[in-house]
Structure formats: C-alpha cells, structure tokens
C-alpha cells in the first residue's frame, strides 16, 4: 500500500487555515416592501422539495402567502378579512400537495384554517373565543401555531388558549375540526410544537408558565386513549419556542430556550430509549433563541436554525439568525451565520427564524428589518464519525478494520483516513474513498511499526480545498511484529561434508520494528525435527556447530529469527546435508596409489633390460660351461623370475603400502650365483616375501 506522510502539525494547520465550509444555501430577498411581524412567519416543503412561505404583514394586518418555482417567488395576499389577521402562522402541504395554513383572527380572537385548492383559498374555523394576548402591538410569541400530519395525512394543530390557559390540540377529518384539552395543570401550553411518531401517535412539546424567572419545559404524548404528560427541564425558565421532532423507534429530539443566570441558551433534550439530560447547543448572545425550529434527518441528524441578538458598547446592536447541524453520532456543530443586520441602539426587535426539512430538501426563512427571507439549500456538508475505534482503545497485529457513519445526502463526499503516530506524524493510511462505496477501510499494518496511533477520518465534497469535517477516532496499538524468515545458503540441500563442526550459513532476516535480531539453529536426525542433535543462538548471519556431529549420518537443519522482545519468526524451510569423513581420506590414498603405480611401472622396465642382460650372459656361459650348467642357470633365472614376478603383482594391487619396493625380489642376475642349494634358498626366500605381500594386502 502506498503511504502519504504529512506532519501531523502541519496537517491541522492546513485543515485550520481551509474556511470552515457549512451546508451552501442559496439567499433571496423575497418582500422588502411589507413590514413582516416578528412573530409571524412559517415555511414548508412541498413533494417536489419547493418551499412555501405564510407570514404577517403587519402593517397591512393581512395574511401572505408566497411559493418558490426554482427560479422566482410568487407572493399573493391570502386573508385580509379583518383589520389584524394572520399572525403566528404555521403551514404544511397535505398529501395532495395543496398547502394548508392556520394563523389568528386576533381582531377577533379566533384560531383559522385556511388551504389553496386548485386557484382558490378555502377557511374554516379551528376554535373561537381563544383569547389572544398582545403584549406589544403583535400577539405575544408564546401564542406559536404548530401544524402537522400523521402517515395518512390527518392533519393536526396544537395551541395555546389564553381564555383558560390550557394546552389544546385539534384534528381535521377533511371537512371539520374537532379540538380537545390536553393539560390544564396551571398556566400550561405556551410555545406548543406539534409531531407524530412513526406509530402516527402524537405528541406536543410546550412550556408550563409559573411567573416571570420560573418555567418548565413539558412533553404530552398519546399512549392508547389518553395522553401521558412529563417535564422535561424545569431549571429556572425553561421551555420557550420550543420544536419537537420524532426519529425511528420513537426516538424524541425537542430544542428549546433555557435562561439561566440571566443568560439565554439554546438546549436540545433528546430520548433514545430514555431521556437524557439536556444539552447546550449556544449560549453566546445577549439573546439567543427566541424563535428556533428544529429539522431532524432520517439519520436522526439535527438542524436548528435561531436568532441570536448581540449587544455592542462600541457599535449598533445587531441580531443574526444561526443556523446549526448537530449530528447525533458525534455531536458536532456546524454553525452557519445568515446577514441578517444591523439594529439601531435601542430596537429590541430580533428576527423571526423557521425552517423545514423533508428528505434532503430544506429551506429557511427570517426576517431583516421587517424584511422577509428565504435560504434554500444547494449543498449538504458532509459529516463522519467513526464507529471504530471510537469509545475504546483497540489492539491489531496484521490487520485493523477501521468503521464509520458518514453524512451526505448529495452522496458527492470522498473520504480520506490517517493514523497519527506518538511523534504526532500523521500519515493517509486509505487511497481517496467515495463514501457510497463503503463504510469499513482494512488498514493493513503489517508493515506499519509498533506503537499506538490515533485514527482521523476526513470527509469533503470539494476535493478537500475546504475544511468539511475530520473525526478523530480512539488509539488504536499495533503490537510488536516477528522478523521475517531467512534463507539457508550453506550446507546445501542433499550435499555431503567432511566437517563434524560444520558452519551454517543463512540470509539475514528483516523486522517491521526495527529490533534487533538474533537467530537459533537446530540440526536433527530427522525432518520433523522430533531428534534435535545441536541447537544454539548467533548474532550474526553464521553459526559454528559447537560440538562434533556423527560420521556417516544424515541431518536436517534449520534457522529463525528473534527479535529483542523475544518474538520468534517461523523457521525457514529445513535443509538437509550428511557427513563422511573417510570420504576425504580415500581421496588421499588414490593419490598415493597412483603414485606407487609409477615407481611400479618404473621396475617392470628395469626388469625387462635384466631379462635381456641374463640372455646375453647365458649366451656367455654356453661358451666356457658345461650344458648342465646351462641348464641349471636358465632353470634358476626363470623361477627366480616368476617368483619376482608375483610378488610384484600383489604390490602393485595394494591400495595402502607406501611404496612397492619392499614386495620385491630380485633374483635377475643369477651370473654369481653357483651353487644349486644357494638357488633354492632364493626361491624359498622368495616365496616369504611373496606370502608376506599377501598377508599385507
């Protein structure tokens, strides 16, 4: 595998010094000419992901509504029938895709409903006589609407009557709506938001309201026939414009404002299984959060989108709305700040925010300076946690199968993974990943050192040039690798050697780690090592065999490497070889055979002149002696020949005299010998020597 190494510092300074990249909306300044109440805006999605805005024009008092065709906005005035009409509005688009909005008659206290079907708006009343509090010119934002729809498209509205201070909820079966008190334990019912869970059991998050330091957030829910109420958070005054969403397996999420010491908060509580304890999301603004809206992904991903209200000494006050992602997996916030501008010293007019989320479409609305706008979103940032190594420190040898969960709802997000070393080097373990491929990566670590490494998971969608999300993952702690095997060289496989002690000779060995080796022999009389004759330890890539091995037998030998924490790598493949010290002592002995054949050879000539020499002599005698004498000399000389004759033979066919003169008789001048007796000593001598040569042989 092919390693990218960078330096961990300079790799985070790279990541610091890319913009912090959030999800891309799209902006559009929709109605400048309209003063839009600060309490009175809502946005939804219709089927094809296309935003559609209700909202408050105050000045006028009348009711709008405006729908976006993916180029332009289309705005037009739904109810002007009283003098303030169309406050606190929330809309939805039902399963015809006909979008319905409720809103207040605060003229004449009454709570509506109105939908568009085909080219014309139809109104019904939802409950009258409700009692609509205006603190300061608008209805107070405590008055919020929430529309929603279950699985069928049953449309359902939960509110607050300020007549009795009851939290109510109504249902529409197409042709009427039918209302109903949920809790009326106290002044109950403020900031109400309504969902369904995946069993289309309602439930409504709201505010209990004891005075004006102390406030409860609470959650009603349908179980069965009736309805189970709980309190949340009841730290100091808790539970303003609260949002609630449901996930899978009734999992709960509602935010909410907490104030707390005088600072305002915006906190998420969330239920997996069990409640949790809140959880703050910011609390850095004079005022934050007055007006939030909640948006929950099917990864149970959280969007929150709210105002902020900054106070200056050196400047104007100004308010923003902020737009946050929080991601259930790993908790991280991805603030995205909207212009929303600049307010003159004094105004305590903050934006209103909403937003609405369905699938991977979503939008926003707020209003600037009465000014009402829209963001659309274009890009999804992507998001990674990783799953391993996560809670817990992990051990690997070989191998390691890093895991995650990624966010991407535009699945055009890569993926790059690092191990940051203990001398904070990091380096990319994984090529570049689409993240639709996979969510596993099989870090190889066979040839990675040993020692703990901290995994970070990268994700973009832009080819890296800004910073989307890194995830930093536990250690994870590459144990100590074994050497690798060596190679035999000598004795060679099947040879023969002369040496008891041999030296044996191997190819040094490698180790991932770096350790030092050391290397073990064993020689045995058998190939599966069950007879171990000699074993030891060298440093180095040869070994003297200590003591004297046994002539004549066969042996098997082998090698593995240690390193200096004692970790053995696998024995290399077994070699045989066999000793045969009288191998080279034969060796010798034909060499001084061949020797003595010469000197041998030497004598058959001078024997041969001799023969010729007694002839000659023979010749001689024929003239001065008597034939007897003749006789008995050619008698005598070829005995005497014959006998030098044999013990020549066995000489010459010994494989061990030093030389062959000793075997030898030389009876071939017989001219001075002239006594018959004294030739039959001779040939009785020579037989001796002829039996002894035998004997020897």
């Excluded at 939030?292 to 149970?300: T, Y």
């Excluded at 209003?367 to 992990?394: K, M």
């Excluded at 070829?638 to 010459?652: F, L």
Aim: overall charge negative; charged content about 20%; proline content about 3%.
């Amino acid at each position: 595998m092919r390693l990218y190494k960078i330096n961990l510092t300079l790799f985070f300074l790279l990541v610091v010094s890319l913009p912090a990249k959030a999800h891309e909306f799209d902006t559009y300044a929709i109605d400048s000419d309209t003063y839009v109440g600060s309490y009175g805006i809502d946005i939804a999605l219709n089927s094809s992901g296309q935003p559609g805005i209700c909202y408050f024009a105050q000045t006028a008092g009348d009711l709008k509504f405006t729908t976006f065709n993916g180029t332009s906005w289309t705005t037009e005035t739904v109810d002007n029938s009283s003098t303030m009409i169309g406050s606190n509005c929330a809309i939805i688009y039902d399963n015809s895709d006909n979008p319905n909005i409720v809103y207040l008659d605060v003229t004449n206290q009454d709570l509506l409903h109105i939908v568009k079907q085909g080219e014309s708006w139809s109104k019904k009343t939802i409950d009258s006589n409700i009692r609509i509090d205006i603190p300061v010119i608008v209805p107070a934002a405590y008055h919020k609407l929430s529309i929603a729809k279950n699985s069928s498209g049953t449309l359902g509205v939960a509110y607050y009557d300020a007549n009795s201070r009851d939290l109510k909820y109504a249902t529409f079966n197409g042709s009427s709506w039918s209302a109903e008190t949920i809790d009326s334990s106290g002044d109950v019912g403020r900031y109400p938001s309504l969902a369904y869970n995946d069993s289309d059991a309602p439930g409504i998050s709201y505010q209990k309201y004891t005075d004006g330091s102390t406030a409860s957030l609470k959650i009603a829910e349908k179980i069965g026939v009736g309805w189970g109420v709980l309190t949340l958070d009841d730290d100091d005054y808790a539970g303003v414009a609260t949002s609630l969403r449901y996930g899978a397996d009734d999992n709960a999420f509602v935010s909410y404002q907490q104030t707390s010491g005088g600072v305002q908060a915006v906190k998420l509580i969330k239920r997996l299984g069990d409640w949790e304890n809140p959880e703050t999301i910011e609390n850095d603004g004079t005022e934050t959060g007055n007006f939030i809206e909640l948006g929950l992904d099917g990864d149970e991903n959280a969007y929150l989108f709210y105002d902020q209200f900054l106070a200056s000494a050196l400047f104007a006050d100004y308010a923003q709305a902020r737009f946050t992602s929080y991601y259930l997996s790993f908790e991280n916030e991805i603030p995205i700040t909207f212009n929303v501008g600049l307010y003159l010293v004094g105004t305590n007019t903050v934006a209103s925010t909403t937003l609405a989320l369905e699938g991977t479409s979503m939008a926003v609305a707020w209003t600037e300076f009465g000014e009402l706008n829209a963001g659309i979103l274009t890009n999804w940032t992507p998001s990674i946690s990783p799953i391993t190594p996560n809670s817990e420190d992990y051990e690997a040898s070989d191998s390691f199968t890093i895991t995650w969960d990624d966010f991407d709802p535009d699945s055009n997000a890569a993926i790059r993974i690092h191990s940051i070393d203990e001398d904070f080097t990091s380096t990319q373990i994984s090529p570049t990943l689409n993240e639709n491929d996979a969510n596993s990566f099989v870090w190889d670590t066979t040839e990675v050192v040993k020692g703990d490494y901290t995994i970070a998971i990268e994700i973009s969608d832009d080819d890296f040039d800004t910073y989307d999300g890194v995830s930093i993952g536990q250690q994870v702690s590459i144990a100590n690798h074994t050497p690798s095997q060596p190679s035999l060289t000598s004795p060679t496989n099947n040879s023969t050697t002369s040496d008891l002690t041999p030296t044996l000779s191997y190819t040094a060995a490698t180790d991932v780690d770096g350790d030092t080796l050391s290397y073990t022999y064993q020689i045995a009389t058998d190939a599966s090592f069950t007879n171990i004759v000699a074993t030891n330890t060298s440093a180095t890539t040869s070994a003297t065999v200590a003591s004297n091995l046994s002539e004549g037998t066969t042996y098997y030998w082998r090698v593995k490497a240690v390193d200096s924490e004692n970790a053995s790598g696998s024995w290399a493949s077994s070699l045989s070889f066999s000793t045969n010290v009288s191998e080279s002592v034969q060796g010798d002995d034909d060499e001084e055979l061949d020797d003595d054949n010469d000197d041998q050879g030497d004598d058959d000539d001078s024997g041969s002149d001799s023969d010729d020499n007694s002839d000659s002599d023979n010749d001689s005698d024929s003239d001065n002696d008597s034939g007897s004498d003749n006789d008995s000399g050619d008698n005598g000389s070829e005995e005497g020949s014959q006998a030098g004759a044999g013990g020549q033979s066995p000489a010459s066919e010994s494989s061990g005299g030093s030389g062959g003169g000793g075997c030898q008789l030389n009876t071939q001048n017989p001219k001075n010998i002239f006594m018959p007796g004294l030739l039959a000593l001779l040939f009785l001598t020579g037989m001796l020597v002829r039996n002894r040569c035998i004997k020897k042989i």
